[in-house]
């Protein structure tokens, strides 16, 4: 069975940390994703990776990296946390091929509190 | 803006009731329209989806109709039950992401 693992389910960071949070998939899938879901707004795309350090902005990039050195690991990167981050993360994967018409495969979330 | 825009924002039905969800888009270069279902504490899991060649696609108990022209898709939910309680999120793609709509809370009373 398809299997989208985020490492940290929960997390507390303080204004101004560089703060790391992972992804691993077991599918041997080309796209990774990263959104972030805010209630009212849906899931936004931060950043998504199409190959192994190949990287892509998505809707709302500003104040994030991403790095993918290994296929199987998608990583997202605060550079300075601020208060405004505080959000669910959600990590996906899918097959080769456009990042828009194929079944994307989403971990659980990572819900990160920045105080 | 938004891509893909929802409604209702929360939707409460009595069980066995069939509660419909609304989406709509503007790009008509989209070719993938997936509808996600998601459980508190669970990431959002692909429910049913459809492509532009076809009006209107069943697995089990839920439906997506689809109209090209009016840039449209619903989700229909036959005899809702208990369990169908969850947040709904329609989406839209094509060559470049997917677009997801702001979700809809679905609340199915016994």
């Known amino acids: 069975d398809v299997k989208v693992t985020q490492s940290s389910r929960y997390l507390v960071k303080r204004t101004g940390e560089k703060v790391f949070l992972e992804c691993v998939q077991d599918m041997d899938h080309e796209n990774m994703f990263w959104y972030r879901q805010d209630p009212g707004l849906g899931l936004r795309l931060i950043y998504f990776?199409?190959?192994?350090?190949?990287?892509e902005k998505g809707d709302i990039p500003e104040g994030y990296s991403v790095s993918r050195e290994k296929k199987e690991r998608f990583s997202l990167i605060l550079e300075s946390a601020s208060t405004n981050q505080t959000s669910m993360y959600l990590c996906?994967?899918?097959?080769?091929?456009?990042?828009?018409?194929?079944?994307?495969?989403f971990g659980d979330g990572t819900r990160l509190s920045i105080l | 803006q938004q891509q893909v825009k929802q409604s209702p924002q929360s939707l409460i039905v009595q069980k066995g009731g069939i509660p419909i969800i609304n989406c709509a888009y503007e790009?008509?270069?989209?070719?993938?329209f997936p509808w996600y279902q998601q459980f508190p504490g669970k990431g959002p899991a692909l429910l049913i989806a459809?492509?532009?060649?076809?009006s209107e696609k069943k697995e089990g108990r839920f439906t997506i109709s689809f109209n090209k022209s009016a840039k449209q898709f619903s989700l229909h939910i036959m005899d809702s039950q208990p369990g169908d309680s969850a947040t709904y999120f329609c989406?839209?793609?094509?060559?470049?992401?997917?677009?997801f709509g702001t979700g809809t809370r679905l609340t199915v009373i016994p």
């Open positions: 790009n008509t270069a989209f070719d993938y």
């Open positions: 459809i492509r532009p060649d076809v």
């Open positions: 996906a994967s899918s097959l080769w091929g456009s990042s828009g018409n194929q079944p994307q495969h």
């Open positions: 989406a839209a793609g094509g060559a470049n992401n997917l677009f």
């Open positions: 990776s199409y190959d192994v350090k190949m990287k």
